[in-house]
């Protein structure tokens, strides 16, 4: 297992490399710039402000600086906030982020796993159509139209649960954006797990397992439900990440302190330094959670680290 997650970290660093480079370049390529405002800088202000942030080298030194910037972990200055670095600000937003996005992969976790085994022990059923006609809502409906229609509803018509912001981050402030964010996971796990359970349990050692007398929920959860979860663990990797990188609009909407809402303002402000820091702390993220992923699948199949 040791030898199989280090050729699996060692492999991520060309895909990092690579994605790196493409966004920086892309960035500095487009239209527009840091200091550009409705009411232009003078001439000597505008030159001082790109000696100072190296703006005034050719994009090959500037990008040879950068990296060597990353390699001692360094993210760099933010462009238009002169009281914190890219660093700082991420470290102000994560934990937001963090805790919804987190509630958000549990939430999606355990309702797509139940309810895509319940779809597979009662298959072709009234019980079975109603899950699928409720988890695939949540796929089929974009959360940016979800989003508006809680608010809505439990928010102005109830006045049940907060509108947006923050508050003093309890219960009530996430249930909606947790759950506009775990919709269309819990519709996509459900739907993997239920025909995953359906073809294990229709396996040849699910029948000797049933024929030797062991009761059905013993069946399940002891010989079937692990083999099972084998797609779906394959999954989550992908989906931590959007859920994490999906939670910007979601911030964005319900007004939640995250790094969402750094990225927007930087892009819109075309803060280079803020938004590549941002695209690589989500990308070194998501590399993580796919190893992660990786190594949980390894131990699912053993088979996989073989080959």
């Not at 549990?106 to 597979?120: D, E, P, T």
């Not at 394959?234 to 939670?247: E, K, N, R």
């Amino acid at each position: 297992m040791l030898r199989y997650a280090t050729f699996r970290l060692l492999s991520t660093i060309p895909v990092l490399l690579i994605a790196i480079t493409a966004c920086f370049f892309i960035l500095r390529l487009a239209p527009g710039g840091p200091f550009d405002q409705e009411r232009a800088l003078p001439p000597a202000v505008l030159a001082n402000l790109r000696a100072y942030y190296h703006l005034d080298d050719t994009l090959i030194v500037q990008y040879l600086r950068y990296l060597g910037r990353l390699a001692q972990f360094d993210l760099g200055p933010s462009f238009t906030t002169k009281d914190f670095t890219v660093a700082q600000q991420i470290a102000i937003g994560l934990p937001y982020t963090l805790i919804v996005g987190g509630s958000a992969f549990l939430l999606a976790m355990v309702a797509g796993v139940i309810s895509g085994v319940c779809g597979a022990l009662y298959q072709n059923r009234w019980a079975d159509y109603g899950i699928a006609a409720v988890v695939i809502t949540g796929l089929v409906v974009p959360n940016f139209l979800v989003a508006p229609i809680l608010q809505l509803i439990f928010g102005v018509k109830l006045d049940w649960l907060p509108v947006g912001g923050w508050g003093d981050g309890s219960l009530p402030y996430l249930i909606m954006p947790v759950i506009v964010l775990a919709l269309p996971h819990i519709a996509r796990i459900s739907r993997l797990m239920r025909g995953s359970m359906i073809e294990t349990l229709n396996a040849n050692f699910i029948k000797t397992a049933t024929a030797k007398g062991i009761g059905r929920r013993r069946t399940v959860i002891g010989h079937a439900l692990r083999p099972a979860l084998t797609p779906v663990v394959s999954y989550l990797g992908p989906a931590a990440g959007y859920l994490l990188t999906g939670s910007i609009v979601v911030e964005q909407i319900f007004g939640i302190p995250g790094i969402g809402r750094y990225f927007i303002n930087a892009a819109l402000n075309r803060d280079y330094g803020m938004v590549l820091g941002t695209v690589i702390f989500y990308m070194v993220l998501i590399v993580v959670l796919n190893l992660l992923v990786d190594l949980a699948y390894a131990w699912l199949d053993p088979k996989v680290r073989t080959r």
